[in-house]
């Protein structure tokens, strides 16, 4: 195999895909070398582990969703409705537009139980989700019940995903952002 250059950007995108399709432990180092056309050898150069690696795809995930989705939550110059319409409609282009579902939501169910540090970094992203939801709906509903409907809408957002994929139906999830549209 030819050794190429390459960025630990374009690693955590190739890492990320697979940690997505084949789930992490089925992923090796080897694995994601080939699918970065390197040698195993040269991932050591940008990262010491795999466990690095994975804990750096999922900050990865949550930093674009703070600075692509979360964030519409917080544009205080636009209504509760038109927020919740573009928040649901980033999502959506998201997830509808990503193979093998929700690399947090996988990895809460693969890995968390036994790893801290990634369940960390995993409780981090959807607190922020909650937090952003919230943010839209408190303004339509009483604190406790907007805390309450947004912990509840990102489970069924994230149950709604594992469905979608299992049923290769995409009206599943998208009942959900229907759903969540209609609360503010």
Known sequence: MAIKK???EQIL????????????????????????????GSIYHHFKSKDEIGIE????IHEYFVKNIFSVAYE????????????VKKTDNYFLNSEGGCLLGNLALEVAHENENF????????TAWENALYEILKDRHYSED??????????????????MNLYDNKDIYLDVGKKLKNLV
């Open 13 to 40: 995108t190739e890492s990320i895909s697979l940690f997505k399709r084949r789930g992490y432990y089925n992923t090796s180092m080897a694995n994601i070398a080939e699918a970065c056309g390197l040698i195993k």
């Open 146 to 163: 907007a805390k309450n409907l947004a912990k509840e809408y990102v489970s069924l957002t994230q149950g709604a995903i594992m469905m």
């Open 76 to 87: 205080t110059n636009t209504s509760p409705k038109d927020r919740m319409d573009n928040f």
């Open 119 to 126: 369940k960390e970094v995993i409780r981090t992203y959807f």
């Open 57 to 60: 795809s999922l900050k990865y």
């Open 6 to 8: 390459t960025s630990a």
